[in-house]
């Protein structure tokens, strides 16, 4: 996790994101951005979620540095990718020392590095894992086609990674491209949750057949109105207690918690040891953005 320097309403990304929203005049959202980000960060630990919290520099500006996911992923084979982005002020969080500090503050250790940035000279952008959803157990990565999320560098990704891409079509009441994968869905170990409505019909039962194939992991579908709310964007992490050892927890924000009703959320809480639900309003009104994209998770790298 990046703890935000300079956060605010960035004007660079507001043309794709439809989920931003400027802040009142004369409002200062930085130190609410902070507030909530130290809250969560505290939450989670609380759950025994080891976490690793980085400083973003105030200079130059980088009102997004708490959303790490777009930039940069670590994967269970030892490879670190970095991502080209669309933003030319998002470009600047990709810092070198930030990498460095995170693999070594997090044990993880590079065994290669993926490095598909100069694609932005050619104006191709994917952006880490939120143009991509993973399936880690059935190597499935999932794209939704944008601005931000190209389809020739998630195949090529695919390939790299040795997963097999789906990628299809999604959109908005407005019939605007939704800007990331990870707003209209998630998938955990033993739960996936999926915008079906949001799925172009000539995608949806592809995609929806693919997400099926798991007999053993719960499907649940939720609304754009949930997607408006961040329902979409929730991530399960592991987690360690002294009584249970090895546990499960799935972060959602308190915005995302309050649009799910009664039967859905016991369908989530049937999948997993613990749920979270974290107030992060500042960011999502702001930012465009939530829980999930907080997070670059580590896993443990294989032997």
Request: aromatic share 6%.
């Amino acid at each position: 996790m990046v703890r935000p320097a300079s956060f605010g309403y960035n004007q660079e990304t507001a043309a794709s994101n439809g989920m931003q929203q400027p802040p009142p005049e004369g409002e200062s959202v930085a130190g609410l951005a902070q507030a909530e980000f130290d809250g969560y960060v505290h939450a989670l630990e609380s759950e025994g979620v080891r976490v690793v919290v980085g400083s973003d520099a105030p200079v130059p500006a980088r009102p997004d540095a708490v959303f790490p996911n777009n930039w940069l992923s670590f994967h269970a084979d030892g490879t670190l990718v970095l991502y080209p982005m669309l933003a030319p002020n998002r470009r600047l969080e990709r810092r070198s020392e930030l990498v460095e500090w995170a693999c070594e503050s997090a044990g993880f250790q590079p065994r290669r590095r993926l490095d598909l940035t100069p694609h932005e000279r050619t104006g191709r952008f994917l952006e880490g894992t939120g143009s991509l959803v993973l399936d880690h157990g059935a190597r499935i990565a999932y794209a939704s086609r944008s601005t931000r999320t190209d389809e020739s560098l998630a195949r090529e990704w695919a390939r790299e990674l040795g997963y097999e891409a789906v990628v299809f079509d999604a959109s908005d009441a407005q019939g605007e491209p939704y800007y990331h994968t990870n707003v209209i869905m998630w998938i955990g170990s033993r739960c996936a949750m999926v915008c079906s409505e949001a799925i172009a019909l000539a995608d949806r039962e592809r995609v929806l057949a693919q997400l099926r194939q798991d007999s053993d992991r719960e499907l649940v579908e939720i609304d754009r109105q949930a997607v408006a709310s961040f329902a979409g964007n929730m991530l399960e992490l592991a987690s360690w207690d002294e009584a249970l050892g090895d546990t499960s927890v799935l972060v959602m924000s308190a915005t995302a918690r309050a649009a799910l009703d009664g039967p859905v959320m016991r369908r989530l809480q049937a999948c997993v040891d613990a749920i979270l639900a974290v107030p992060v309003p500042t960011i999502e009104r702001v930012g465009g953005g939530s829980v999930r994209c907080m997070l670059a998770e580590v896993p443990e790298v294989s032997a």
